[in-house]
């Protein structure tokens, strides 16, 4: 079985400032790794995946997240948030071998003028 | 761009009686899911529904659940005896077949009063 730890249930910030939402996890097999983000009355909207490869992935909105498989994480990060980041950022991981995700607990990210 | 949509957007139900909460996945797509998110926890794995028949079900998902698939189109969870412990967001979920990303309709908020 996997588990998903968001260590940081609110993150507060100002416009322009760097950000950084924690992700760990735990699985005894390979995982599948995803951001989801949900926008206020919206459904979660994936952000970034990472499968393989490389293990630094990009989002076409400037938010990037590295996987390190040593201290399983994969911690999500942007240099410089503006007002429209504002929402709720789940972490996910899914067996590769299967296609159930498990979430994490969600890190609120409202980002202040 | 395709979507998942899902109706209604928020019911309001007496305990005990039946809902149905209705999806229309992707219309490529041949995996289906159904997640929820009670106020304040995570985003929980409720079933996945692949050819017809469940391929995977939590241990949330007991004799009081039910998912359907009656044409061609819709996807279907049935709730047969709500109680005020199902009152949450269930959210839709489709992928292809081959594919590694799933993409979310914007949920059911579901009131059990």
């Known amino acids: 079985a996997q588990s998903v730890t968001q260590l940081d249930s609110q993150v507060p910030v100002f416009e322009e400032a760097p950000v950084e939402l924690r992700c760990n996890y735990s699985?005894?097999?390979?995982?599948?790794l995803f951001w989801y983000v949900q926008y206020p009355n919206q459904g979660l909207q994936l952000l970034l995946k990472?499968?393989?490869?490389?293990?630094l992935v990009e989002s076409i909105n400037g938010f990037e997240a590295e996987f390190n498989k040593s201290q399983t994480s994969f911690h999500l990060r942007k240099p410089s948030v503006h007002i429209s980041d504002t929402a709720e950022y789940f972490c996910a991981v899914q067996e590769t071998s299967g296609s159930r995700l498990t979430f994490g607990e969600g890190t609120q990210l409202t980002v202040n003028p | 761009e395709p979507e998942v949509t899902q109706t209604p957007s928020h019911q309001v139900t007496q305990m005990g009686q039946e809902v149905i909460l209705r999806c229309v996945p992707i219309s490529n797509h041949l995996y289906f899911y159904w997640y929820r998110q009670i106020l304040g926890q995570k985003v929980e794995f409720l079933v996945s529904f692949y050819n017809n028949e469940i391929s995977e079900k939590s241990e949330i998902f007991d004799d009081q659940f039910s998912v359907e698939r009656p044409d061609g189109s819709n996807f279907t969870l049935k709730i047969r005896s709500t109680k005020l412990e199902d009152s949450a967001m269930y959210f839709c979920?489709?992928?292809?077949?081959?594919?590694?990303?799933?993409?979310f309709g914007q949920g059911t908020r579901l009131t059990v009063v």
């Open positions: 699985s005894s097999v390979s995982v599948y």
């Open positions: 990472y499968l393989s490869g490389s293990t």
């Open positions: 979920a489709s992928r292809r077949d081959g594919g590694t990303e799933a993409f």
